[in-house]
């Protein structure tokens, strides 16, 4: 659950630019892999598994 909270804290405070950095393939959303990236650079300590768990917790209507 700590990464969870530090994961929100992270997405409340990421610029609409760092989003836009972080959507590497453009289309407005973050998938699994730019999600995971976004985090790492952001000095979150995460598994690609968590990151996973997550999104599957987050997005219910899976459009990233």
């Not at 530090?6 to 990421?14: A, F, R, Y």
């Not at 760092?18 to 959507?23: L, M, R, S």
């Not at 973050?30 to 952001?42: C, G, S, V």
Request: proline share 0%.
């Amino acid at each position: 659950q700590t990464n969870m909270h530090m994961t929100v804290i992270i997405l409340k405070t990421i610029s609409k630019s760092n989003f836009q950095k972080a959507d590497v393939n453009g289309d407005g959303f973050l998938t699994a892999d730019e999600y995971y990236r976004i985090l790492k650079d952001h000095g979150v300590d995460c598994s690609y598994d968590e990151i996973m768990h997550i999104m599957q917790v987050a997005d219910k209507d899976h459009d990233g």
